[in-house]
């Protein structure tokens, strides 16, 4: 199933990438989103900066139909691997979302560009369930979920840059 989203910040792209790559910041948008036992790393390699994830997201904020596969909790692992910046600020990063011992896993790209007013983040991605018979039923209840979470850490970020500027 296809996921596509653009989300706006009000500063800069090397703002917003900042802010992405902040442990702080990174901290905070798992916490905003519920998660448990969160871990993060970010590294550098050459020019690519690597921003690894892993949380626990509680069976309560599961869809029903999920929560029968998922009874304490579903552990993600998410790396977003950035690309150098563009001579405009704009960068790219490949992103991969797995749901750890669930047959699920996002994988797409995300585009932190510059608008008139700050910057865009588009969000490309590919979420599939590889479930025989069941796999598309479980990406439509899980799209909605991952669309939260990804809007969630909008507002956070929003929220962050308003108050770290």
Excluded: Y
Aim: proline letters at 5%; a negative charge.
């Amino acid at each position: 199933m296809k996921i596509e989203l653009d989300l706006t910040q009000d500063h800069s792209p090397a703002a917003v990438f900042d802010m992405l790559t902040d442990p702080e910041f990174i901290e905070l948008r798992c916490k905003a989103g519920n998660s448990t036992d969160i871990d993060h790393d970010i590294s550098v390699d050459g020019e690519t900066t690597i921003v690894k994830v892993d949380r626990t997201l509680p069976s309560a904020d599961l869809p029903d139909m999920l929560k029968t596969f998922a009874r304490d909790g579903v552990r993600l692992h998410e790396v977003q691997k950035w690309a150098p910046a563009a001579a405009d600020g704009s960068r790219t990063a490949e992103i991969v979302l797995h749901f750890v011992g669930q047959p699920m896993k996002m994988r797409g790209t995300t585009t932190l560009s510059a608008t008139p007013s700050g910057a865009k983040l588009s969000i490309r991605a590919e979420l599939k369930a590889a479930v025989p018979l069941i796999g598309g039923k479980i990406e439509k209840v899980t799209a909605p979920m991952v669309i939260e979470t990804i809007e969630s850490d909008g507002r956070c970020g929003k929220e962050w840059l308003a108050s770290h500027s």
